[in-house]
């Protein structure tokens, strides 16, 4: 595990940009994956903010910002992307996703996704579509329900809380590789996994709380169009290919940002 993260991480951060395909950079235009990382690169900045404030006793400095920015590298993420979708789609696949996502009902689904995003940004707003949606839990709202065939047929959830145990793993490897804690790889495993319930139940707020914000303009045949191209088989590839990108993505961003972490704390030691 160790050397496909080291390997993960040098391709990352040292590499020059890696060509994919012209089919999967099509795919990835008509994707707007340039917004998707641009709002997850400051999604990512907040949050190094936090870590700042919370371990480093908000003294980074110029130092952490520096690291920080590095690693959000908006080009390098969206090269690793590119490339996961050209290693996991083949080009009949791409062909049907490109054609979905940029007619006119693709591209304001995507619109959606992006407006709610970006808002979701806002602590408030975040904090409005978690309760909005915990108060529909128990309803029989018909566009819930149509959004939570959409997240089980995308193992949203799932995938997004594995996602997020693995970048944990990835953070406290991170910080005993840089020797600011000292732990065996059973105490973090045992840490990690005593996290699970927090973050499922953090993820499916704030996850149910974004589509129900994106989607709830969309009539209920446009969600089922998506639930529809969803589970085809090129929406299928599509999703498995983000995730794996994503996960290369996050997991090496995670592990560094240990790596910072420790570093920053060892000198301020000194």
């Given at each position: 595990m160790r050397l496909y993260l080291l390997a993960a991480l040098f391709w990352l951060i040292c590499a020059p940009f890696v060509a994919a395909t012209p089919e999967a950079d099509n795919l990835s235009r008509v994707l707007r994956l340039g917004e998707v990382i641009a709002i997850m690169r400051d999604e990512g900045?907040?949050?190094?903010?936090?870590?700042?404030d919370e371990m480093l006793g908000g003294q980074g400095g110029q130092y952490w910002k520096d690291s920080v920015k590095h690693l959000y590298d908006a080009d390098r993420i969206e090269a690793t992307l590119r490339k996961s979708i050209a290693d996991g789609m083949d080009n009949p696949q791409i062909s049907q996703a490109v054609s979905f996502y940029q007619s006119e009902q693709g591209q304001r689904i995507l619109t959606l996704e992006i407006s709610a995003r970006t808002a979701m940004l806002d602590p408030d707003i975040e904090d409005i579509a978690h309760a909005n949606y915990y108060?529909?839990?128990?309803?029989?709202?018909?566009?819930?329900?149509a959004i939570t065939r959409f997240v089980e047929v995308n193992d949203l959830l799932g995938l997004n809380v594995a996602g997020s145990l693995r970048s944990n793993y990835q953070f406290f490897r991170g910080l005993v590789d840089g020797k600011a804690i000292n732990m065996s790889d059973d105490e973090i495993l045992a840490d990690v996994w005593g996290q699970e319930q927090d973050i499922q139940d953090d993820t499916e707020g704030w996850l149910f709380g974004f589509l129900l914000m994106a989607y709830r303009p969309l009539s209920l045949a446009e969600i089922e169009d998506y639930i529809t191209f969803s589970n085809s088989a090129s929406g299928q590839a599509l999703n498995r290919a983000l995730f794996d990108g994503f996960d290369t993505v996050y997991s090496a961003i995670s592990y560094e940002l240990g790596r910072s972490v420790a570093r920053a704390m060892l000198a301020s030691d000194i």
């Open positions: 900045l907040d949050n190094a903010d936090d870590l700042n108060d529909l839990v128990s309803s029989k709202d018909a566009h819930l329900a």
